[in-house]
């Protein structure tokens, strides 16, 4: 069974893929990656953006051939799809957990990374 994303896609991460598949501004996740020999998404890399989704995919061209990408209301839950991505798929681009937002006491919906003492 392969996991699925959840996410719109997958596209070619180059300027005019990303304009065609990201008409507004918005805060989401994304996924990097490739196809593999039985046209499954092969997921490298997971990232959000905060506000911009469209200005972060830009900034990652060149990085890799296609992506996927999420749109969300608020920042986290950008977030907490980005860690769920990241529980679920351990992409090899991505070596150390999500970051939460500067400011925020957001907790990841998997694990226990941010709890303070209790």
């Known amino acids: 069974m392969t996991t699925k994303t959840g996410l719109l896609g997958p596209y070619r991460l180059t300027f005019d893929g990303i304009n065609s598949a990201v008409a507004r501004q918005s805060a989401g996740v994304y996924a990097l990656g490739s196809m593999d020999p039985h046209g499954n998404f092969r997921v490298k890399h997971v990232g959000r953006a905060d506000s911009d989704i469209r200005a972060t995919l830009c900034e990652r061209i060149g ?55 209790s």
Do not use: Q, Y
């Open 63 to 117: 990085s890799d051939v296609l992506f996927k990408v999420g749109f969300f209301a608020t920042a986290r839950a950008a977030f907490e799809k980005e860690c769920e991505l990241f529980h679920d798929f351990s992409p090899p681009g991505n070596r150390i957990h999500p970051g939460r937002a500067k400011g925020t006491n957001w907790e990841c919906p998997r694990c226990k990374i941010f709890k303070t003492g």
